[in-house]
């Protein structure tokens, strides 16, 4: 599937920057052109990927190139401000090339959170290609504005977008990672999962997949709208070296072959998604095996999809495989479309509304306070004037 990709915010432009990374190291094409936008400066030139004159810079009147400072309301407000800069960029786009858009961002903060929604209506208004949104979450300790604005911002991108991929930065640390070092890793991780959907069916040198994940699997299961989850294992092979003539590698047992595929699949449902889900609330499902061809079956991928099929009790579970020779492993990447039964959402909301409940209320009492704080109690001082 080729998109136009748009990073939003310092998250936004970070993710794309790895997805290009993936394209890069991969056999794939998949990303047509790319855009990032921010209303902070130095974020912006801190890029890798991006080209420099696709790199957007709005708000500059009123932040003067700092960032927004995680208040959404004014992520919005530069970005609706500046809405010609970004139709200038989004114009460039070379959109008779493009499968669909992709609009990435991080939610806890100000631009992103806040640009990113009305970025995607603009692309929604002015292209008929879908727009799909990349909304990451913030971890449970970044506190209670990162949480009010991301549980805010997830309910407005939900709408604008015709789907919602969802990756929550505290399950990937509750899967034992680290945030430490920064987010190189868990842009990587996110770029893997995009870049294996991405381009299995973009390959364009043999071998070629004998059931290709073309461009309208992946629209086909994201359509209805909503919330997605991926999932993503693999599977360490063993195999042998070539030797000192090259000798051939035998062909794996098609037991084994079959096994290992089912096994990876199950482990990328079950313990790996972007947002953990209650797996039996999906709509609609995907599954690709990537790995060397002759670690790839037919049966093995046609085992995993009635298995899915029984997992979620949908019946729209599709499926296919992406070659990759050299690779030393089998992975097995799970989109599941639709889900709704989200603890993590609930919690996200739950503590989002607390704390838009608390500074409501802190406001309204600071008037009284600040006043009893700066007038003695007698009024005997006088004021200068
Ligand atoms: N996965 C990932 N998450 C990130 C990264 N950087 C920031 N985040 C998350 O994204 C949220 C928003 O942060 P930023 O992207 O820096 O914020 P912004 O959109 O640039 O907005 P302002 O800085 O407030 O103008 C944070 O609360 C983190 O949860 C990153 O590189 N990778």
Redesign the pocket.
């Known amino acids: 599937m080729k998109i136009a990709l748009l990073g939003?915010?310092?998250?936004?432009g970070?993710?794309a920057d790895a997805i290009l990374d993936y394209e890069a190291a991969s056999r794939a094409d998949f990303v047509t052109d790319t855009v990032a936008i921010?209303?902070?400066r130095a974020?912006l030139l801190g890029l890798e990927r991006i080209p420099v004159d696709r790199r957007v810079l709005i708000g500059q009147s009123r932040v003067k190139g700092h960032?927004?400072?995680?208040?959404n309301e004014l992520?919005v407000t530069v970005a609706e401000e500046d809405l010609d800069e970004v139709r200038g960029a989004i114009d460039d786009l070379p959109v008779h090339e493009v499968d669909a858009f992709l609009v990435v961002?991080?939610?806890?903060?100000?631009?992103?959170?806040g640009a990113a929604p009305v970025i995607a209506r603009e692309l929604s208004r002015l292209y008929t290609e879908p727009v799909y949104g990349l909304g990451?979450l913030?971890?449970s300790d970044?506190g209670g504005i990162?949480t009010l604005n991301a549980a805010r911002s997830f309910q407005t991108f939900v709408r604008e977008v015709d789907n919602l991929l969802v990756?929550d930065?505290d399950a990937w640390r509750r899967s034992g990672e680290s945030l430490r070092g920064g987010?190189a890793s868990?842009?990587e991780e996110?770029a893997r999962r995009l870049g294996v959907l991405l381009s299995a069916g973009e390959v364009s040198e043999p071998p070629f997949p004998e059931s290709v994940v073309d461009a309208s699997e992946i629209i086909n299961t994201l359509a209805g709208g909503g919330v997605t989850t991926i999932g993503y294992a693999n599977s360490q092979l063993d195999r042998p070296s070539r030797g000192l003539f090259g000798r051939r590698e035998p062909d794996p047992n098609e037991t084994d072959v079959v096994n290992r595929i089912t096994t990876t699949v199950r482990r990328a449902t079950l313990g790996n998604l972007t947002l953990p889900a209650n797996v039996e609330s999906t709509e609609r499902a995907l599954v690709v095996v990537s790995g060397p061809p002759q670690y790839l079956s037919r049966k093995g991928i046609e085992g995993s999809r009635r298995w899915l099929e029984e997992e979620t009790g949908t019946m729209e579970v599709r499926g296919g495989d992406y070659p990759i020779p050299k690779s030393d492993y089998v992975a097995g990447l799970v989109v599941l479309s639709g889900v709704t039964d989200v603890p993590r959402i609930k919690e996200l909301q739950q503590i989002g509304a607390e704390t838009q409940r608390n500074l409501k209320a802190r406001a309204e009492q600071r008037p009284e306070a600040l006043r009893d704080l700066v007038w003695d109690g007698d009024g005997e001082i006088d004021p200068l004037f």
Not at 8 to 12: D, M, N, S, Y
Not at 67 to 71: I, K, L, S, T, W
Not at 105 to 113: D, E, I, N, Q, V
């Open positions: 939003v915010g310092q998250a936004g970070k993710v921010n209303s902070a974020d960032g927004c400072g995680a208040d992520g961002a991080g939610l806890g903060g100000g631009t992103g959170s990451i913030p971890g970044e990162y990756f930065n987010y868990i842009n996110i």
